[in-house]
């Protein structure tokens, strides 16, 4: 499990310390940071998949991700004594992303290339990575580092000297990608898998042309598909060797005295139907609300046979009735006994219901001079927290 989040330099997000429990939420007023959190860690996420630089390609290039405004906020420019400025900058401009769990933290720092370092080449603005290291423990500490990584240089720590790996490394590729061997360095391989097993829920279709309405070739699927295509076979999954009466418990639960049908047509396409009480055929997916084909969603989704080490909501409320969203929020908390669960929401009585759980860590945002901060936070609550050296 993640126990501390910490982004530097990222957007809104100039230096966030972020503490994890087993159910989280995250919440606060419109563009108060919220989705540059998600996207964050999804950026984070990536570094696994070996496609971190393309990811900050897509957002517009390193430089648009970086913090817009000073590089540091006096207590004059808080007040308003003085106008926000900047001044000459005293640190290289790094992206950092970094977290800690029980066993391993990991972090990594972004930046651009040393100019005409490269040779002659097309790819001049393309980030570098500059600093990767994996250490044992909740912080970073010289000591504790076991992978340790500089430019082109990989070294990994054996007792209590240091052996080198890789000397000629890509500057935009991973260790997750160029350095996982079993026996030089298990904790590569250990965190690379972890991260891989994110799962990130925001797109799921419910549009009158969306997969999840229509007969769809169904396989044993433990995994429900990011956009919700596979959401029958999801479900038949989840019928025949997951939870099942977990399951009819959340349909309940939203739909009193309702029930899942799965049918199987002769050429092997599944379909998902919707029994309710009072009428005397099944519903079929093609008639659902969009409302009632999102709780589904949801449903297949948080109930998976092989929870991830992480699964990550982006405001699952998104067209359900607020009646459903108190029978989604205990859905959650079910589903956060056996994964850690991060949800974004800005739905009351969602939050509320998550709130309601012993085990939540409700993490409310607000922005001061356009920087996300953490209502509440002073110096003391923060998790500790400490970058390796990001200048180089």
């Not at 590729?173 to 994110?198: M, N, V, Y």
């Not at 419910?206 to 699927?221: C, F, I, N, V």
Request: with cysteine.
């Amino acid at each position: 499990m993640i126990h501390t989040l910490a982004i530097g330099n990222y957007r809104s997000l100039l230096n966030l310390v972020i503490p994890f429990g087993s159910l989280n939420v995250i919440t606060g007023e419109n563009a108060s940071g919220k989705s540059n959190l998600y996207k964050a860690l999804r950026l984070l996420s990536e570094t696994a998949q070996g496609d971190v630089i393309n990811s900050l390609a897509r957002e517009g290039g390193l430089n648009s991700t970086f913090w817009a405004g000073p590089e540091k906020i006096s207590d004059a420019m808080r007040r308003g004594d003085v106008e926000v400025q900047g001044g000459p900058k005293q640190k290289l401009s790094r992206l950092r992303l970094g977290f800690s769990g029980e066993d391993f933290g990991y972090s990594i720092s972004l930046g651009y290339p040393v100019p005409g370092s490269a040779g002659p080449t097309a790819f001049a603005l393309d980030p570098e990575i500059k600093r990767e290291c994996i250490w044992a423990g909740n912080s970073y500490r010289p000591a504790s580092a076991l992978v340790d990584r500089e430019g082109n240089i990989i070294k990994v720590r054996d007792k209590r000297q240091w052996n080198v790996i890789a000397q000629h490394s890509s500057h935009f590729e991973s260790i997750f990608t160029q350095a996982t061997d079993p026996e030089k360095a298990p904790e590569i391989l250990s965190l690379k898998e972890q991260i891989r097993g994110w799962r990130f829920y925001d797109h799921f279709r419910s549009d009158a042309e969306a997969p999840a309405r229509l007969p769809q070739l169904g396989t044993r699927t433990p995994v429900l598909h990011h956009d919700g295509r596979d959401l029958a076979a999801a479900l038949q999954t989840i019928i025949e060797i997951g939870d099942v009466d977990a399951l009819n418990d959340a349909v309940a639960d939203a739909f009193p005295g309702s029930s899942i049908e799965i049918t199987v047509q002769e050429d092997g396409r599944f379909m998902v139907n919707l029994r309710q009480h009072g009428l005397l055929r099944s519903l079929s997916a093609a008639e659902f609300s969009d409302g009632t084909l999102r709780y589904l969603l949801w449903v297949a989704a948080l109930l998976t046979p092989r929870p991830p080490t992480l699964m990550v909501l982006n405001e699952p409320e998104t067209s359900l009735h607020p009646d459903l969203l108190p029978a989604l929020g205990r859905l959650i908390i079910r589903a956060s006994a056996s994964t850690q669960v991060w949800v974004v929401s800005h739905a009351s009585r969602l939050i509320a219901t998550l709130e309601n759980a012993e085990a939540c860590n409700s993490i409310r945002l607000e922005k001061e001079l356009g920087q996300t901060r953490i209502v509440g936070q002073g110096m003391l609550d923060e998790p500790m927290w400490k970058w390796p050296d990001h200048n180089k």
